[in-house]
């Protein structure tokens, strides 16, 4: 035995093994082991999602934090938050699927679109001479004269990387290669056979979409998604920044994992798409303000403190392998530029999917996330108006008591019957919690009912409702039918977070509405992007006043507009421009200034009576 002995964390079902010095936290040991444990609250002890069940081993007590949010039947079972665990021998700890961020639904895709395709890449088919005792012109000389003489380009350059992978490729080509060229710089190599590929991606909060595309012809490639591994530092962006904010190491430590998360998508995107990643020439990647600071590696700390300013907003071409990305050798990134605040280059790119900047028609665009971002945009108006609401995690199942993301076994919708709760699951797997559209679902069906009064209190005596351990709750799925052997139940406390979230998209609209003079019944479109909003079911939105009570040909779901948007960036130079105008033109309301919002806010929470709906649908 060594004076520092390691200790043994065997993560199960998964399987994975990580050894770590005694005392050590186990919700790093999670991290460590690549675990994606829920820790909405970035490990503080206040969301209770990281819950794990010890099997075996010696660790620290339960403090008051586990006795929160675990019944005292649960502790002694050996349920514990990871994050108030130290660990004190070897271990063996059971990590329940609702507590885990992997496998789960991915909305990564959105509306078609056409576009011109004028990307930055230029690929240049070059027959080279092969050096002789009497040519004796560099490898490099003998390519950019070749590129110059075929396509009248002169000054060509190439980095000391990129020429790296001349010297190899052009004796395995036989001097017959593709030069990839953002305007006089070569950034990369390929067969003669082969087209530039670009890479572009939505960098999520929560998740990640990545897009493979042919930079020439703008077809499709391969698309995939993953969580943003950012998650295990914290779900929403402030618990990020401020852990990026405790010094450099943990500003590069939260940019790695990202980093490594973009490495993995490029690598399997590659390889379904049978590319390699060395013809991947440009990358753009749109995220909000956050993300785009994290990325970057920009100081973080103006951000996360009101009054909540950028380091800078400014679109930048940076190098991929400055950032660690593993693409082409001279390739560059596009990041676009954001708006405001924390509204970033993912509002831009979904103003511009969506067309709103064309001012053609009285248009909102609502982009629903933990972040939700509304836009609006009406003929003779000068700028595009935005706002961004807290709207928070709940639609992703954080703070709610059995919620969980979109992953096989939630509870995807609800309707309640006089013979009781009909539930529709992910997979039709037994149910093990419950999605965002669940849960929106389940408090239309409950209001519907006459269960759940406007002010958002569940109706003592109604059918099916009972108390539960923290007061009245309403079983969707009993013990029997679950995968969790026992009950999936929506809580009044779950009820008070769907209003705090609706509430906070709602007076977004109507504070973007009056500020603009825009009565609801103006509104030509209103556009729901985004992942959970293409999932939502739109009656059970406007039966709960998330949205306004508009005729429903008025509405469409696009899914994934940002996502759109950070391809059609990638493929043409003229949206690139168009981006920088958006950005230049929208004008950002800060909710909480305009006169009234609190109380607006409180009104907000309410559900629509009957009489209000009545006069909505007027
Ligand atoms: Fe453990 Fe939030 S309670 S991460």
Redesign the pocket.
């Known amino acids: 035995m060594t004076d520092n002995p390691l200790f043994e964390v065997d993560f199960e079902p998964v399987g994975r093994r990580v050894e770590v010095p005694p005392g050590a936290d186990l919700?790093d040991a999670a991290r460590q082991a690549g675990i994606g444990?829920?820790?909405?609250?970035?490990?503080?002890?206040?969301?209770?999602?990281?819950?794990v069940v010890m099997m075996s081993g010696q660790v620290s007590e339960p403090v008051d934090?586990d006795r929160r949010?675990l019944s005292q039947l649960e502790i002694n079972a050996g349920h514990r938050?990871?994050?108030?665990v130290k660990i004190h021998s070897d271990v063996k700890v059971h990590v329940p699927k609702a507590s885990l961020v992997t496998d789960q639904r991915l909305q990564i895709g959105g509306l078609a679109r056409a576009l011109t395709v004028e990307s930055a890449i230029k690929a240049c088919v070059v027959e080279a001479e092969p050096p002789t005792l009497r040519d004796l012109r560099s490898d490099l000389e003998r390519v950019t004269d070749a590129v110059e003489s075929a396509y009248g380009l002169r000054h060509v350059t190439a980095e000391p990387a990129v020429i790296r992978q001349l010297s190899p490729a052009a004796r395995e080509h036989k001097w017959s290669l593709t030069a990839f060229l953002h305007a006089r710089e070569i950034v990369g190599f390929a067969a003669p056979t082969r087209r530039p590929v670009g890479f572009a991606v939505d960098l999520g909060t929560t998740k990640i979409a990545g897009f493979l595309v042919d930079l020439e012809t703008g077809a499709d490639l391969a698309s995939g998604g993953l969580m943003n591994p950012q998650i295990s530092y914290?779900e929403d962006v402030i618990s990020r920044l401020v852990y990026a904010g405790r010094g450099p190491a943990a500003a590069a430590e939260i940019r790695e994992v990202v980093i490594e998360g973009l490495n993995t998508l490029i690598a399997s995107l590659c390889e379904q798409a049978g590319v390699d990643k060395h013809e991947v020439a440009e990358a753009c990647i749109v995220g909000n303000t956050a993300m785009h600071h994290l990325l970057l590696g920009l100081p973080t700390r103006q951000l996360s403190v009101a009054p909540f300013v950028a380091a800078s907003n400014a679109a930048v071409d940076v190098r991929a392998r400055d950032l660690g990305l593993d693409i082409a050798p001279g390739a560059y990134v596009h990041v676009p530029p954001c708006v405001g605040g924390f509204v970033g280059a993912d509002h831009v790119a979904m103003i511009l999917a969506c067309d709103l900047d064309k001012g053609d028609r009285v248009a909102v665009g609502v982009d629903i996330g933990t972040n939700t971002e509304i836009a609006l945009c009406k003929p003779g108006l000068a700028y595009l108006t935005s706002a961004s609401c807290a709207s928070g995690p709940a639609f992703e199942g954080a703070h709610i008591k059995d919620g969980m993301r979109a992953a096989s076994g939630a509870i995807e919708a609800v309707r309640i019957t006089a013979a009781g709760p009909q539930i529709k699951t992910i997979g039709d797997a037994p149910a093990v919690g419950i999605c965002g559209s669940g849960i929106i679902d389940a408090v239309a069906a409950l209001h519907g009912a006459g269960l759940l009064n406007h002010r958002g209190r569940l109706v003592p005596g109604g059918p099916g409702l009972r108390q539960g351990p923290k007061g009245m709750e309403y079983p969707l799925a009993l013990a029997p039918q679950t995968g969790i052997d026992r009950d999936v139940v929506i809580t009044q406390a779950d009820i008070n977070e769907i209003q705090l979230a609706k509430g906070a998209i709602q007076t977004g609209l109507e504070i973007l509405l009056e500020s603009t003079n825009t009565p609801p019944a103006a509104v030509d479109e209103l556009i729901v992007a985004g992942a959970f909003g293409s999932f939502l079911n739109l009656d059970s939105a406007l039966d709960i006043g998330l949205l306004p009570r508009l005729p429903r040909a008025k509405y469409s779901q696009v899914g994934n507009a940002a996502g759109v948007g950070a391809k059609a960036l990638l493929l043409s130079l003229k949206e690139r421009t168009r981006a920088q105008k958006i950005a230049r033109r929208t004008s950002y309301i800060e909710l909480t200034t305009f006169p009234g919002f609190q109380r607006r806010f409180a009104l907000s929470m309410w559900f629509p009576t009957g009489d209000r709906r009545v006069r909505e649908d007027a």
């Open positions: 919700l444990l829920a820790s909405v609250c970035g490990g503080e002890g206040t969301c209770g999602r990281c819950r934090a949010f938050l990871a994050c108030r914290g």
